[in-house]
């Protein structure tokens, strides 16, 4: 176990989130080319469907994750990265 508590993301609760625009490099790169229809309001979607049938979809979200890195001294100082996700 984790050891930790998790909470749910909420892009709303977030002051970096950003929803990835269906023009945007990365979803033209997901869907190798252009989504038919996409204008400058669409978001970029995905739909997933797990092995034992179950399924999720919505928008890509992009946003900065604070994290602790490990140095080889094992001493930790803070980082971040700009992740996309779904």
Avoid: W
């Avoid at 034992?52 to 602790?68: A, E, K, Q, R």
């Amino acid at each position: 176990m984790l050891q930790m508590d998790l909470t749910l993301y909420d892009p709303n609760g977030s002051k970096t989130s950003n929803v990835v625009p269906c023009g945007d490099s990365f979803c033209t790169d997901a869907y190798s080319g252009p989504i038919s229809g996409c204008n400058q309001d669409m978001s970029c979607p995905y739909s997933i469907t797990y092995r034992d049938g179950s399924t999720t979809s919505g928008s890509f979200v992009n946003d900065s994750l604070t994290f602790d890195e490990v140095s080889g001294n094992l001493h930790t100082k803070p980082d971040n990265s700009s992740v996309i996700f779904g």
